[in-house]
């Protein structure tokens, strides 16, 4: 059974940081990676997609990364703005799409 | 452009009353349907998904049943919701690539009282 871990669990930084959100999972057997925001009381936000034979994705400020042998995925944000602030969610996908609990991130201006 | 809706956004039961939670998906025919529900300080749990018209997996035991009347119309139900039911609601579509992306509607918060 896939299980999805996340760290940090929260994180609050002053705008302008790049930051590095880390995802691990237990089972390497997985079509792809996709990472999420969420915003309070909202659905989730597609961010990247990530492909089992790729290596990375980026979008903009955003850089992800897979390494899907060590069961890791790392979310970069560039030059972090207060509008980042949000849940962002990894879930790698096996038979099925598997959630991380999240991290929540906080960018103060 | 595909576009995923959900309804109602805001639903406020008693205990005991019966649920009806709507999703529908345009723009794409033979989405993979998904029920997930994230309950308050916790992750998403996959509830129910669907592969095709009356085909419906069940992922967790519970008291909600789910139903797929036609190829883009996924519904939730329960015939008599309980306290345990309140949380947000959330309906997801993929294409039939196994490497498909994953895309949310904006979800239906649930209580029950």
């Known amino acids: 059974k896939q299980e999805v871990t996340q760290i940090p669990a929260a994180l609050s930084v002053p705008e302008g940081e790049n930051l590095v959100l880390n995802c691990s999972f237990t089972?390497?057997?997985?079509?792809?990676l996709q990472w999420f925001r969420q915003d309070p009381g909202k659905g989730l936000t597609s961010l990247l997609l990530?492909?089992?034979?790729?290596r990375e994705q980026t979008s903009g400020r955003l850089n992800a990364s897979l390494d899907k042998s060590s069961g890791r995925s790392t979310l970069y944000i560039a030059a972090s703005q207060p509008g980042d602030s949000a849940t962002y969610l990894c879930?790698?996908?096996?038979?099925?799409?598997?959630f991380g609990p999240g991290t929540r991130l906080s960018v103060l201006p | 452009s595909q576009t995923i809706h959900q309804w109602p956004a805001t639903l406020v039961q008693p205990v005991g009353s019966p649920l009806s939670l709507e999703c529908t998906v345009e723009?794409?025919?033979?989405?993979?349907l998904y029920w997930y529900r994230q309950a308050a300080g916790r992750g998403l749990q996959l509830l129910f998904y669907?592969?095709?018209?009356?085909?419906i997996s069940s992922e967790v035991p519970q008291n909600l049943s789910a139903s797929r009347p036609q190829d883009r119309q996924f519904i939730l139900s329960s015939k008599k919701l309980l306290l345990s039911d309140s949380g947000f609601y959330l309906c997801?579509?993929?294409?039939?690539?196994?490497?498909?992306?994953?895309?949310f509607g904006e979800g239906s918060r649930l209580t029950v009282l």
């Open positions: 997801a579509w993929k294409g039939l690539a196994n490497t498909g992306e994953l895309f």
């Open positions: 879930a790698p996908h096996g038979q099925n799409f598997v």
């Open positions: 723009g794409t025919s033979n989405p993979n």
């Open positions: 990530i492909q089992s034979s790729q």
């Open positions: 089972d390497s057997a997985i079509y792809n």
């Open positions: 669907s592969v095709g018209i009356g085909q």
